[in-house]
């Protein structure tokens, strides 16, 4: 199947700092990737939908000045945490939906965030 | 928000069949229900998807009833490999977002 990868796959950062991840599908072109944050033990969380080369949507009570989203290409999206505060450590996935098939969506490892 | 209704855990024993119930009771005729599963600190993984027909890969069979209202994701010989959360999730094919339940914890017993 499609491979999706995310870098770093852990990071600590200090409070005030702004973090960025990648997520980047490997082996074919995705024309939307999706972020989504998972907190322990909970489910996962759609934050934004990215498509490439114009401005992310994000869903409701998501800042987008504090997650800023860019698509540039279509193998790459980045997701930086601006600011990061303790109560943005979390698990965060990504997500790609490639061109030829409408059906499935391919998910990163997800990166762990932990801010000190 | 989520469409679907699973139980939060269930247990199987090593080998045996496990099968995981799904309650889609508003899904509506062109959605298609997806099971995924994610085993701990990892994303999801597909497992299957379906529409209407009985759905079945080299990793699990998918029983969708007739009226469409619920599904059964059956792993015909759970390994503990297989312990995991697995979620139930309905979209329409051509609309890109997931919106994932709570899901099902999967414990497979020696």
């Known amino acids: 199947g499609a491979v999706v990868s995310q870098h770093p796959s852990r990071v600590i950062c200090k409070s005030g700092t702004s973090v960025k991840i990648e997520c980047r599908s490997l082996?074919?072109?995705?024309?939307?990737m999706f972020w989504y944050r998972q907190f322990p033990k909970k489910s996962l969380m759609l934050m934004a939908t990215?498509?490439?080369?114009?401005?992310?949507?994000?869903e409701q009570g998501v800042e987008k000045d504090k997650f800023l989203i860019n698509h540039a290409s279509l193998t790459l999206s980045t997701l930086t945490v601006t600011s990061a505060h303790p109560e943005d450590s979390s698990f965060y996935i990504c997500s790609a939906r490639g061109s030829r098939s409408s059906y499935e969506q391919y998910f990163g490892p997800g990166t762990r965030l932990t801010v000190t | 928000d989520a469409k679907t209704t699973q139980p939060p855990s269930m247990d199987c024993a090593e080998g045996r069949a496990a099968n995981l119930p799904c309650n889609h009771s508003t899904i509506s005729g062109n959605e298609y229900v997806y099971w995924y599963r994610q085993i701990h600190s990892q994303g999801p993984q597909y497992i299957i998807h379906?529409?209407?027909n009985n759905e079945t890969n080299e990793m699990a069979s998918l029983i969708i009833t007739e009226d469409r209202k619920s599904s059964t994701l059956i792993l015909p010989h759970a390994t503990l490999r297989d312990t995991a959360v697995y979620y139930c999730?309905?979209?329409?094919?051509?609309?890109?977002?997931?919106?994932f339940g709570s899901g099902t914890k999967l414990n497979v017993k020696p």
């Open positions: 999730i309905v979209r329409v094919a051509n609309f890109n977002k997931f919106y």
């Open positions: 082996d074919f072109q995705a024309t939307t």
């Open positions: 379906g529409l209407k």
């Open positions: 990215s498509n490439e080369g114009s401005k992310a949507t994000y």
